[in-house]
Nanobody, 129 residues
Framework: QPRLVESGGGSVQAGESLRLSCKAIGISSLCFPVAWFRQAPGKEREGVASIEYHGEDIVYAESVEGRFTISKDDAKDTVYLQMVSLKPEDTGVYYC??????????????????????WGQGTQVTVSS
């Protein structure tokens, strides 16, 4: 069963860092772009960052620009989200998602959640002040 598995969440103090991982299991290279989303209690899911197949085009939400970095390691079938200078407002469940299609057509990165059809279970990130 193809799936995405997130890891790396935890509880940190403001100003600290975390690195999230999104491991693709049984998912082909047709599943790009990949994006990270987050959802805080009582709020809508928010797009954080997205990376396309070649890893050259990347999109970030304004709220994380300059603090978060998305990257990928093809050999490990893993996409990462490096988060530094974390703030309490970064708290939430972080989800990894991929656009999976049956045709190898390049698609640009996007943080629109409605364009993603394969989601992980999420990993909790809690930032205390």
């Amino acid at each position: 069963q193809p799936r995405l598995v997130e890891s790396g969440g935890g509880s940190v103090q403001a100003g600290e860092s975390l690195r999230l991982s999104c491991k693709a299991i049984g998912i082909s290279s047709l599943c790009f772009p990949v994006a990270w989303f987050r959802q805080a209690p009582g709020k809508e899911r928010e797009g954080v960052a997205s990376i396309e197949y070649h890893g050259e085009d990347i999109v970030y939400a304004e709220s994380v620009e300059g603090r978060f970095t998305i990257s990928k390691d093809d050999a490990k079938d893993t996409v990462y989200l490096q988060m530094v200078s974390l703030k309490p407002e970064d708290t939430g469940v972080y989800y990894c998602a991929a656009q999976c299609r049956n045709r190898a057509i390049w698609r640009p990165p996007t943080i629109d959640p409605f364009l993603y059809n394969n989601w992980g279970q999420g990993t909790q990130v809690t930032v205390s002040s």
